[in-house]
T-cell receptor, first 112, second 113 residues
């Protein structure tokens, strides 16, 4: 069954604005990861946050994790047109053999 | 020097045919995966191999058979193709012990007509 649900399903912003995407999941996890998928391409790993971490940064990306609410958010600051893509959260379960279960994805469009 | 390479990139075939998709990784990872992405972009795991051993086998029709001749290769053979098999199939690899995330191939778009 689908582990992660993301919202919004689609997000359209202007270049320079911040973009926030949310992910909710259902079971206990070992880690949560975010991936980007450009149209017609494979997924690219962006950032991993472990279940004992609350916040992580990588460049213009900021990820938070709230295990009590079973939710995570991805913030992209100062967005660029090149950030236009679909963004997926994925959860790694404890003892899951490194299996990742993906969310439904958020389609981000950054307009000039 | 593609890290995870899949072939072919596009595959158009008729119902009832048998086809294979190949995947190779040069990252030295010990675990490889096949995922299916449908038209709504929903990604679902199909299989996972760790050091040539099958460790994840989700509810997938028997017509799908993975083969891992060594830990750098994971191929997917599909028998008696059906219209519903049309999707994008992604191969990925990871190092199980490190949980650093997956490296994905660029995908194989399969269209069954």
């Amino acid at each position: 069954s689908q582990q992660g649900e993301e919202d919004p399903q689609a997000l359209s912003i202007q270049e320079g604005e911040n973009a926030t995407m949310n992910c909710s999941y259902k079971t206990s996890i070992n880690n949560l990861q975010w991936y980007r998928q450009n149209s017609g391409r494979g997924l690219v790993h962006l950032i991993l946050i472990r279940s004992n971490e609350r916040e992580k940064h990588s460049g213009r990306l900021r990820v938070t994790l709230d295990t009590s609410k079973k939710s995570s958010s991805l913030l992209i600051t100062a967005s660029r047109a090149a950030d236009t893509a679909s963004y997926f959260c994925a959860t790694g379960l404890t003892g899951g053999g490194n299996k990742l279960t993906f969310g439904t994805g958020t389609q981000l469009k950054v307009e000039l | 020097d593609t890290a995870v390479s899949q072939t072919p990139k596009y595959l158009v075939t008729q119902m009832g045919n048998d086809k294979s998709i190949k995947c190779e990784q040069n990252l030295g990872h010990d675990t490889m995966y096949w995922y299916k992405q449908d038209s709504k972009k929903f990604l679902k795991i199909m299989f996972s191999y760790n050091n040539k051993e099958l460790i994840i086998n989700e509810t997938v029709p028997n017509r799908f058979s993975p083969k891992s001749p060594d830990k750098a290769h994971l191929n997917l053979h599909i028998n008696s193709l059906e219209l519903g098999d049309s999707a994008v199939y992604f191969c990925a690899s990871s190092q199980e012990s490190r949980h650093y995330g997956y490296t994905f191939g660029s995908g194989t778009r399969l269209t069954v007509v």
